[in-house]
């Protein structure tokens, strides 16, 4: 189990993480969310011991972290910086990492080359960027931790390898249950590995929940309300639907449709709405990207600086 507890770290005066509680079960994949800067790769180098806190725990399995040679056999890390002995060929790579971690599996790595179809004697330095990446995920599982943690490790794969990718992660997950604790921009795919997400915004928690809680709590609403002139739909502000007790975080409306996104259950979303006459009410499912924008943008943040 993972276990962060009032952990602060800042650089240069400038506090990346202010206060943060968090937890991650054992055996389960876990995805960090959250805007550029907001403390997603700070969390994972403190959790693999590169980054020491200010104050706060950080634990794994109720030891800390830094400085601990036995916590950290049993954790890998992978970010853009993971792969820095480009000189190696992967079969001297494979060894470096056989020496550090006392589970290696020279099969297990056997396997998952072949399954991706790697040289073992050529130079990384010789690899594309996608052919880096395959070969430090193999050479990860291969060691057989009980944590993995991954900075954009789908990065530089074509569409084909990230399946792969993640099947060889889904398939460890499985067969011996490794906590995975991944950082994306690609909410695909931590919507398709994840159980559970935590969101962040500017060194601090905004929430962490499962996955289907998180889902289940914030939906996209389309409506058109009747009024007492049968040519005339109702029109409501925001302020007014607000009334009603409904959290909105999102109020558009094109000629009489209603598009709104709203924060609660459902069936208490049309409790509350019932009164306003829906001529039509329906209520459609968000995916993880849409539900990140919409958190986002109640945070202040312009999601379009997620582009640049």
């Known amino acids: 189990m993972i276990e962060l507890k009032n952990v602060t770290k800042g650089f240069d005066n400038f506090k ?4 943060i ?29 590169i980054y020491k806190q200010e104050s706060g725990e950080v634990l794994v399995d109720g030891e800390s972290v830094y400085d601990n040679p036995e916590i950290k056999r049993r954790i890998f890390f992978i970010d853009d910086e993971t792969i820095q002995f480009t000189s190696f060929t992967l079969e001297e790579l494979k060894n470096y990492y056989k020496g550090f971690y006392p589970k290696f599996s020279e099969d297990l790595f056997e396997r998952l080359r072949n399954t991706v179809n ?3 004697r050529k130079k990384l330095n010789a690899f594309s960027k996608g052919m880096k990446r395959q070969a430090i995920v193999i050479t990860a599982l291969a060691c057989q931790t009980d944590y993995l943690l991954l900075d954009e490790a789908f990065d ?10 993640k099947r060889m992660l889904v398939d460890a997950m499985i067969d011996r249950e490794l906590t995975t604790v991944i950082s994306s921009h690609n909410l695909k795919e931590i919507n398709e590995v994840c159980e559970s997400v935590a969101l962040l915004h500017q060194g601090k928690i905004i929430f962490s929940r499962d996955l289907d809680s998180v889902k289940g709590n914030i939906h996209k609403i389309q409506a058109v309300f009747k009024s007492a002139d049968p040519e005339m739909p109702q029109c409501y502000s925001k302020e007014e639907l607000c009334g009603t007790g409904i959290e909105i975080l999102h109020y558009e409306k094109n000629q009489s449709v209603y598009h709104l996104i709203a924060r609660g259950d459902v069936e ?11 001529l039509v009410l329906d209520i459609i499912p968000l995916s993880l990207e849409e539900i990140f924008i919409y958190e986002m943008e109640v945070l202040g943040y312009d999601y379009n600086a997620l582009e640049k």
């Open 16 to 19: 990346v993480l202010d206060g």
């Open 21 to 49: 509680d968090l937890e991650v079960q054992k055996g389960t994949a876990f995805g960090l969310l959250g805007s550029n800067g907001a403390g997603k790769s700070t969390i994972l180098r403190l959790l693999s011991g």
């Open 118 to 120: 790697l040289p073992l």
């Open 156 to 165: 530089g794969l074509d569409p084909t390898m990230r399946i792969i990718v």
């Open 268 to 278: 208490e979303i049309k409790k509350k709405l019932e009164p306003k006459n829906p």
